[in-house]
């Protein structure tokens, strides 16, 4: 999965779900009343945009595009995108797109020995549907540089995606990632909490180790720069992890958090209520309404 949000600040967005609004539909924020307030740091504007009734934001699914987004956005704007380990990607691409079933129909291939026919086999694979789009780096395919083909090009487009986006979140350090988007975009505990409720599962989508690596080295001949723009963006989210204070009993905290409020959601509690949470390294609450688990 690939998804990018972008995000005017300074400002906030409380609803986590937001949907992507049309260009006429994108608002200004008032740069007087931020200028008098005479502001130096990000998260100072929270004080004073109570007039601001409407944020600018959009939330996409889609393939990134810096100058067709930059056109849209108020500047300055944040990107937030989203990365998976290279392998666990594509196996969720195989599934999806069902090559299980494509190989087996064409070459007679049992069920749970597809995925490593198809990596030992893709030179020679032909007339199958998409075969071409798995051989692409599809991460970042959907980052945008399906047209570019050399090492030096692709190397310095990653390098300016690492540059450009203000926080790439990576699911493997999925809480992690929530834990810095919340410091770095001044949001509340609130605005990050998650509940998990359509985990699949499908015949290759194990943690095995000594099964993954193997394929881990077929996969790389096919999606080389997909590792690159991985470990890059694992490295961008470390250094700002190790740039927030207190980082540690953050996440242990957000954690609990999560469990709980995920509890709750759970419960027969009334629609209508609202679980108060202590946040006890910093002696705050985080207020949580029932009506934001959804159904």
Known sequence: MFFNFLYNHPGEVNNRAVKPPLPSQLLTFDKEL????????RCEPRKHIAMVKTHKAMALHTIYNYEAWSSLMEHPFDLIGL????????KSFFNYYKFTTKLQYKFNVEEDKTLDFFLNNFHNLTGIERTTAALKNL???DF?????SSSSELNTYIDQIIQNFTVIMVQDYFEESLVVLKNVLCWDWSDVFFLQKNRGHYVFDNQNEELNRPRRVQHRKLSPFDY???QKSVKKLKAQIRSIRNFDDQLSEFRKMNYLAAKWCSSSAESNTTLRLSVEFDNSFVEFPKAVCGN
């Open 83 to 90: 990365v998976r380990e290279p392998l666990a990607q594509f």
């Open 34 to 41: 931020l200028t008098k307030a005479n502001v130096s740091h």
């Open 228 to 230: 690159v723009l991985f």
């Open 144 to 148: 945008g540089a399906g047209e570019l």
């Open 139 to 141: 991460m970042l395919f």
